[in-house]
């Protein structure tokens, strides 16, 4: 049985720092990404690792403050986020791809997704 599982959400202040992680057993992933879904918005790409090597990916409005990184052998991902803003409050979601990050950011190349880990950033 496949599982995908995050933690690490939080409440922070602007400015502050959050590192979220996600596990995925069951199956050898080597894409995992994360994306987020703020209130009356739709879900959108964050960050996002190739296991099977050292290729990470962005959307631009995290460049220079998240970082993603993986642990291939633990299919694990990790997504540290530092000078966070309010704008950054949103439910954040691991999903797993079987492929090969080909298409990052199309939501239904990602065939398993965790429960989601809330992030609340204040001013």
């Known amino acids: 049985q496949v599982q995908v599982v995050e933690s690490g959400g939080g409440s922070v202040q602007a400015g502050g720092s959050l590192r979220l992680s996600c596990v995925a057993s069951?199956?050898?992933?080597?894409?995992m990404g994360w994306f987020r879904q703020a209130p009356g918005k739709e879900r959108e790409g964050v960050a996002v690792?190739?296991?099977?090597?050292?290729?990470?990916y962005y959307t631009d409005s995290v460049k220079g403050r998240f970082t993603v990184s993986q642990d291939g052998a633990k299919n694990t991902v990790y997504l540290q986020m530092n000078a966070l803003k309010p704008e950054d409050t949103a439910t954040y979601y691991c999903?797993?791809?079987?492929?090969?990050?080909?298409?990052?950011?199309?939501?239904?190349?990602?065939?398993?997704w965790g429960q989601g880990t809330q992030v609340s950033v204040s001013s």
């Open positions: 999903g797993a791809d079987v492929g090969a990050c080909r298409s990052v950011w199309d939501q239904s190349k990602y065939a398993y």
């Open positions: 069951g199956y050898k992933f080597r894409c």
């Open positions: 690792a190739y296991t099977g090597g050292s290729a990470t």
